[in-house]
């Protein structure tokens, strides 16, 4: 694909906009395999703008019935009501509150479910609990050259300079996909496709081109959306161990061992303590509370997963628990606890998700938090 040249850009610009102020004189309808659509002059019109016919199709043949689909920017909701039709889960959420009235009143005359239709700049309305297998965005893959910013409602659908909403979009799915979930994403070739492709990089996505069709809107066009999932990461774990009293060997010998049983289940130990340098900063810096909190702080913050040895009382190991309960949203558990009572203890079971006996357990229940 070719990007479009400045010159190229500034007359796609200047004709979109006249479109726009078209689209914003009054209230306007059409139909579409079935639907019978009301546009709301406030909200972006799938009559004068087309990409979606490239999108919306596709779409149909990609997203399974019954899965969970999202759209970001549902606008009329056109897009989102065929895949209901199809048996899909579907919810939406615009930035424009009359896309969202006028969403729910195009459901409303075409007898269509939708699961819910929220008022949200990406994903401020969303639950962080709430995952789908599908999220979808026709993106306002234009940047102003002429125009002087995004002034109103429709200009949303249009216009994203330096590309801030879709990288805050790009950024923030990870917490609202489901495992193997995946992005579709509407662009063309008046867009800055190249700096979309680095934002996918940037964020541990894989994509390809899954459709590319030329149309006509204002000038020839080329249509194109992504799919893209995320590339599989090895998660990390790091360990809480009490190491007061132990000498480096014993302690190299140990986490050795836990080596091992973390590659076992397919995990990375983030190790702190194996060679030279270490040794040096383990042996000369152990009693300075300043270089173990930064250096447990910054494994913490690397951290998957945090495993916590409960088989003796560590000053250290209480730190690393209050410090990723408070920092981080990542499983916490503990393990080989010396007795019932130690087990069933009110603040270690406040701040662990689960108290396991071993650390075998402890990874097998850590593998299964991440196929939730």
Request: hydrophobic letters at 35%; a negative charge.
């Amino acid at each position: 694909m070719k990007q479009l040249t400045k010159k190229e850009r500034i007359e796609q610009e200047e004709a979109s906009l006249k479109v726009l102020e078209k689209n914003g004189e009054k209230e306007h309808y059409f139909e579409y395999e079935g639907l019978n659509i009301a546009v709301c002059k406030e909200v972006f019109s799938p009559y004068f703008f087309n990409g979606w016919r490239t999108f919306t199709p596709k779409l149909r043949e990609l997203v399974k019935k019954d899965e969970k689909f999202l759209e970001i920017g549902v606008g009329t909701g056109i897009t989102s009501l065929l895949l209901a039709k199809d048996g899909v889960n579907v919810s939406g959420t615009d930035i424009n509150s009359r896309a969202i009235e006028n969403t729910l009143l195009n459901a409303k005359k075409n007898n269509i479910h939708l699961e819910e239709v929220i008022l949200s700049n990406v994903y401020d309305g969303i639950f962080p609990e709430r995952k789908f297998d599908v999220i979808y965005w026709n993106t306002p893959w234009m940047e102003t050259i002429c125009k002087n910013g995004v002034n109103c409602n429709l200009d949303y659908g249009l216009f994203d300079d330096g590309y801030i909403n879709i990288e805050r979009w790009i950024k923030e799915s990870e917490k609202h996909l489901k495992p193997n979930g995946r992005l579709y994403i509407g662009h063309a070739d008046f867009g800055n496709f190249e700096k979309l492709e680095s934002i996918l990089n940037k964020y541990g996505y894989e994509y390809n081109i899954v459709i590319k069709e030329e149309s006509t809107e204002i000038r020839k066009v080329e249509f194109f959306m992504y799919q893209a999932k995320l590339r599989e990461k090895v998660k990390k774990v790091y360990i809480a161990m009490p190491f007061s009293g132990k000498s480096y060997e014993t302690i190299v010998k140990e986490r050795e061992e836990y080596t091992k049983k973390v590659n076992k289940y397919n995990f990375e130990l983030l190790e702190q303590f194996i060679g030279i340098e270490e040794k040096k900063e383990f042996e000369e810096s152990l009693y300075k509370p300043e270089f173990i909190v930064n250096k447990d702080k910054d494994f913490i913050n690397k951290a998957d997963v945090l495993l916590v040895d409960l088989s003796s009382v560590s000053i250290g190991a209480i730190f690393e628990i209050s410090y990723t309960k408070l920092i981080r949203e990542i499983p916490i558990i503990g393990f080989g606890c010396r007795d019932k009572i130690t087990k069933r203890h009110p603040w270690y079971n406040y701040y662990c998700d689960d108290i396991v006996d071993t650390v075998d357990k402890a990874l097998e229940i850590s593998q299964k938090y991440f196929l939730k």
